[in-house]
């Protein structure tokens, strides 16, 4: 987690004293903590504090926060009303790495009659320290997600001859918003990338099989052999790539505006869903 990033973090009555505590650690950490309150122990009801929680972080105001209770059962169902909130209720320190690797969470819950302000701190450190892991968790994760109104979502590729990887890439681009524009590779700068044999169907071609698509709603050309171009043009909302690389790697290898969304497609097996494979079989039948 980056240090310039800023947590928010509340309670209610039952959990001032720990929220004071985890406060102190997240200062001692350089993070920018920002404390949403209570400040005294005058009762106060725990739905007010995380659903203004869950409003920050819903919005995409501040990525990350913390809210605590005594059991932290009630903050983690009211925070989770939130469209874009995962609210995690951590009692343990196993699960605090795989909240935050299998399902990217953003709301830490903690109960102060449950756990001690030690396994607290260690609870935080691993939920702190700990990536989400994307692959195979984007696909799930999404699906509990909620997307923007009227969101562009833009992928791309050659896609020479169909095959279940790129329908299932498509299947996932559609899901993340409310229009799929699909860019594909010029047959020049397809020749730049996969040598002088391919493509095996002309663009016109690849464009035609994928406007017949359902799930595509605009097919767009385009020359050069990277996206940097077409994504400045397009400008949507969110792109997907199939690989292996992780969103960051791709938004600084393609020079990906950090207001777009970047989301990367859990693959098939490559070994069996790859264009360059299936030509292959087909010329040993040739």
Same mark, same amino acid.
């Given at each position: ?7 928010? *973090? !509340? ?10 505590? &985890?406060? %102190?650690?997240?200062?001692?950490? /350089? ?45 983690? *169902? !009211? ?10 209720? &951590?009692? %343990?320190?196993?699960?605090?790495? /795989? ?17 001690t302000p030690k396994a607290s701190k260690l ?59 699909v860019g594909i590779n010029s047959d020049e ?24 698509i359902s799930l595509v709603d605009e097919v ?67």
């Amino acid at each position: 987690m980056h240090l310039d990033t800023s947590i928010a *973090i !509340a309670s209610d009555h039952n959990g001032i004293d720990l929220k004071d505590f &985890i406060y %102190n650690c997240l200062r001692q950490k /350089k993070i920018n903590a920002i404390d949403l309150g209570p400040y005294t122990k005058e009762s106060v009801d725990y739905v007010d504090y995380a659903y203004q929680m869950g409003n920050i972080i819903d919005r995409g105001d501040i990525e990350r926060g913390i809210l605590i209770c005594g059991t932290g059962v009630g903050m983690s *169902i !009211a925070a989770n009303r939130f469209k874009n909130v995962r609210a995690s209720l &951590i009692h %343990n320190l196993d699960s605090a790495p /795989k909240c935050r690797e299998h399902n990217d969470s953003n709301i830490l819950c903690l109960g102060s009659w449950i756990t001690t302000p030690k396994a607290s701190k260690l609870i935080l450190n691993e939920w702190l320290g700990t990536q989400f892991g994307e692959g195979r968790h984007v696909k799930r994760v999404e699906k509990i997600s909620g997307h923007k109104p009227q969101s562009i979502v833009f992928t791309n590729g050659v896609f020479d001859i169909l095959h279940a990887g790129h329908l299932e890439t498509l299947k996932f681009a559609k899901s993340l918003g409310d229009k799929l524009v699909v860019g594909i590779n010029s047959d020049e700068s397809t020749k730049k990338i996969k040598g002088p044999q391919r493509p095996i169907n002309n663009q016109h071609d690849r464009k035609k099989i994928l406007s017949y698509i359902s799930l595509v709603d605009e097919v767009v050309i385009f020359d050069e052999p990277n996206t940097t171009n077409i994504i400045s043009n397009i400008n949507p909302d969110i792109v997907v790539k199939g690989g292996e690389f992780t969103a960051a790697e791709i938004r600084k290898r393609d020079n990906i505006p950090n207001h777009i969304d970047v989301k990367v497609a859990s693959l098939l097996d490559q070994d069996i869903y790859s264009t360059t494979r299936v030509v292959e079989k087909i010329k040993q039948y040739a």
